[in-house]
């Protein structure tokens, strides 16, 4: 027995734990003082009324012989693939059901669609990044090419002629800089993968925070993506499923590489290894696509972005670069007087008790760079947001 040593190659990550233990630290020696945290990458809204009245009438259901739900459809229940198939419509984008598959989350997904790519593909990702595309691809042994995401380029970077790759990923808006493409910038990373045969891993998660209607929430906005782009959605940051589980992939059926369908793959893949999203978080997520739970979830999104915009306003005082928290819940800014990402950490945790997250944990561009997160309470965001413009003044 050899186990899979590509495992091996990983690198242990110790930036979670190492803020945890600092701001512990802090604590016990400061037991008086207000701790504010905007490092954390989760919602902290409930979940929305109509979402949780579905959730317990689907519980019901399931309570009773006559409308018990045994295995579902490993794709997905249809009342809930059209559903997603309306949200995508009222955009104008044209969905068959088929290419629509309902998952537990959008980081389930981005790790096994990987399952059918071969391992000799060369994989082009952004630094800093979500560290999900990193370690899903060392564990399969792959080639790893980075390309540099920066204050020059905004931090969206474009193609560049010169790099080969097979497989590329976006997030916009982006986690963990909150920037965010626009069409003609995606629609030159389409022409990059048609040019080359290549696939584009399209993350999503954050379109429902993009308010700018110039800027694309889904990649098939841009001509020629069904041919070449996977999109990955989830009502994680959406609709506050972060601990309820529920997202959505699309594999158009125009995605053909060597004269295979990759739809036809992935719904092999999901048969066999996968048994679908539970019935009642299915119907929960029903919910959220309805006319009353979209209206509800939009306010929750306008929370968070009340808060960005607390946040912007600050950092525009402060005169430091920084990008997002326009369309996204994520401030990226740069350490002020040429600081370090955890000099800067130590600074806000030891002086204004504030946390946030150093940009160094999301790769080597992100050092002198801080990410803050607009899901916190909106009284503790602009207590936090005071500390700092009065600190820096
Ligand atoms: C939060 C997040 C997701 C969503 O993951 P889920 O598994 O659906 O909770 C996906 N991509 C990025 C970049 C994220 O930050």
Redesign the pocket.
Not at 105 to 108: E, F, I, V
């Given at each position: 027995m050899k186990i899979n040593e590509n495992y091996l190659k990983l690198e242990e990550s110790y930036l979670f734990s190492t803020i945890a233990h600092k701001v512990a630290a802090y604590q016990k020696a400061n037991p008086q003082k207000k701790i504010i945290r905007m490092g954390i990458?989760d919602v902290t809204l409930p979940l929305c009324p109509a979402v949780v009245t579905a959730m317990r009438d689907a519980a019901a259901e399931m309570g009773r012989k006559e409308s018990f739900h045994g295995y579902g459809p490993e794709q997905g229940y249809p009342f809930l693939k059209e559903a997603v198939q309306h949200y995508y419509f009222s955009r104008n984008i044209k969905l068959d059901e088929h290419e629509i598959f309902i998952s537990d989350?959008?980081?389930?997904d981005v790790g096994n669609i990987l399952d059918i790519l071969s391992a000799d593909n060369t994989v082009l990702i952004p630094n800093p990044v979500?560290p999900v595309y990193v370690d899903t691809n060392l564990m399969a042994g792959r080639k790893i090419v980075y390309m540099d995401a920066n204050r020059e380029n905004g931090f969206l970077p474009l193609p560049d002629d010169r790099v080969e790759a097979d497989i590329i990923y976006l997030?916009s808006p982006n986690?963990p800089t909150g920037a965010v493409y626009s069409k003609e910038q995606l629609q030159k990373w389409v022409d990059y993968a048609l040019s080359r045969n290549a696939l584009i891993l399209f993350?999503a998660?954050y379109e429902a925070f993009v308010k700018d209607s110039a800027l694309p929430r889904s990649i098939y906005e841009i001509d020629g993506a069904k041919r070449c782009a996977i999109e990955f959605c989830?009502l994680?940051?959406t609709a506050g499923f972060?601990g309820t589980r529920c997202?959505y992939t699309i594999v158009p059926e125009a995605l053909e590489f060597d004269g295979v369908k990759l739809n036809k793959l992935w719904l092999r893949r999901q048969t066999t290894k996968f048994n679908g999203v539970p019935y009642v978080i299915q119907r929960a997520a029903a919910a959220a696509f309805s006319e009353v739970g979209q209206k509800q979830i939009r306010e929750n999104l306008q929370y968070y972005a009340d808060n960005a915009r607390i946040m912007t306003g600050a950092m525009k005082e402060t005169g430091l670069w920084f990008t997002g928290g326009e369309n996204s819940p994520y401030i990226w800014m740069q350490c002020p007087n040429g600081m370090g990402s955890w000099e800067f950490f130590d600074l806000l945790l030891n002086e204004l008790n504030v946390v946030g997250t150093p940009g160094e944990g999301f790769g080597e561009n992100g050092k002198g760079y801080f990410r803050l997160t607009a899901f916190g309470d909106r009284q503790d965001t602009a207590e936090a947001m005071n500390r700092l413009t009065d600190y820096l003044k």
């Open positions: 990458g989350g959008a980081k389930s979500y997030c986690n993350d998660a989830s994680s940051k972060t997202g």
